[in-house]
């Protein structure tokens, strides 16, 4: 499934049917610094992220 | 699927430190009580406060703007154009949509216009890095603006994250004038207005989810002039931390202010400031002008320099992946 991404804004092909965590840690991301959109919605991170969802991984993190 | 903790409807978030998930009415009403509790327990407005909220496009100030007018204060918005390329040409549109939306008050102030530089300039003219010259610049803005304009209060979007990284790197300094002036409340007097930082309570994540709960749009992508810096990797250590033992982040910081800033508060007083024989700003010593003010000297009608020009090697390549290798000015 094709996941978005940020910081820089692109787009991954991920194996989904995982729960939004185990896809964050396999792309080297920390869950804490992070929120799950899943088709224009907030979900919490155990939530089964699968094909055709619209998945957003967005960084949560700023350096100001 | 997560419940909520409160009613058992489906949850949208999950939140480690405090051990539940929540639905978006019980997190929004846990973000409210975190706000209500650090405003009474620092005792940071009164509800007859005119309160100035320094916003810059992102989701903690928009939140924490969000959060204040929702409260019932009387709350408007300061904007400062502060010349980042792209990335300012976004966050300014971004914080006038919010505001029209909402027919809230924003005050604009673009840098390179009542100053005379910008951000990017000012690093390059100078030799401060780009956080040092920016953070500088909005503070001595902040407090003209708030006096200039009649408020009584400046209140930032600085969120438990953003403080708990400064304690963190004041501590592995042991920088004890730094950790005795690192509070959520910032007194006037000596020629500074008020000072609060209402979402010290609230993580950067919350307000992240504050702002998607709430329907807010805010500048997702990194300031080009942070890519890389010490405090982002202070807020990596900590949310390291934060994984492998849920809270940590929070007892670190709320524990500082609850048993260690009272220990420095009872040591020496900073010395009252003298006052900038140029603005009038507190500045160190009464025969050298402010920091701001040299600042200004220095880098004002000076030919503006891209934001590009004056990153390191490793943020470059970060700025050109995000921006592409433009300018960006």
């Known amino acids: ?64 | 699927m997560s419940k909520c903790r409160s009613c058992g409807e489906p949850a949208v978030i999950d939140l480690p430190r405090h051990n539940a998930n929540f639905c978006s009415e019980h997190f929004i009403q846990l973000c409210r009580r975190q706000l209500s509790k650090a405003i009474s327990d620092f005792d940071m407005l009164k509800p007859e406060d005119r309160v100035l909220v320094a916003v810059s496009g992102g989701k903690d100030s928009l939140a924490l703007w969000d959060m204040l007018v929702e409260e019932g204060y009387q709350a408007d918005g300061l904007y400062i154009g502060l010349g980042i390329g792209e990335y300012s040409d976004e966050s300014g549109a971004i914080t006038r949509k919010f505001a029209a939306d909402r027919q809230l008050k924003l005050i604009e102030i673009d840098i390179r216009d009542e100053h005379g530089f910008d951000i990017p300039t000012a690093a390059g003219v100078t030799g401060r890095s780009p956080c040092s010259a920016c953070g500088l610049s909005k503070r001595h803005i902040f407090d003209e603006v708030a006096k200039r304009e009649g408020y009584d209060v400046l209140a930032t979007g600085h969120n438990l994250d953003d403080e708990a990284a400064v304690l963190f790197g004041n501590t592995l300094r042991w920088d004890v004038e730094y950790l005795r002036r690192q509070a959520p409340v910032l007194s006037a007097g000596s020629g500074f207005g008020k000072k609060v930082k209402p979402l010290v309570r609230l993580t950067e994540r919350e307000m992240a989810a504050w702002c998607v709960v709430r329907g807010i749009d805010y500048v997702v992508e990194e300031c080009p002039m942070a890519l890389g810096n010490k405090h982002l990797a202070y807020k990596d250590a900590l949310n390291a931390l934060d994984a492998t033992s849920p809270g940590t982040k929070a007892s670190f910081y709320l524990g500082f202010l609850d048993r260690m800033r009272p220990v420095l508060e009872q040591s020496a007083a900073i010395d009252a400031p003298s006052s900038c024989p140029t603005c009038g700003a507190p500045a160190a010593t009464a025969d050298q002008a402010c920091a701001f003010c040299r600042l200004v000297d220095s880098a004002s009608g000076h030919e503006p320099i891209p934001v590009r020009m004056v990153l390191n090697k490793k943020a470059r390549k970060m700025f050109d992946a995000q921006w592409g290798s433009q300018d960006g000015n």
């Open chain 1, 1 to 64: 499934m094709i996941v978005r991404l940020r910081q820089p804004s692109r787009e991954v092909e991920v194996r989904g049917d995982r729960p939004a965590r185990a896809i964050l840690l396999e792309l080297g991301f920390a869950p804490e610094a992070y929120i799950v959109i899943c088709n224009g919605t907030l979900v919490p991170s155990d939530t089964i992220l699968r094909e055709p969802d619209s998945v957003e991984l967005r960084p949560v993190i700023s350096g100001g």
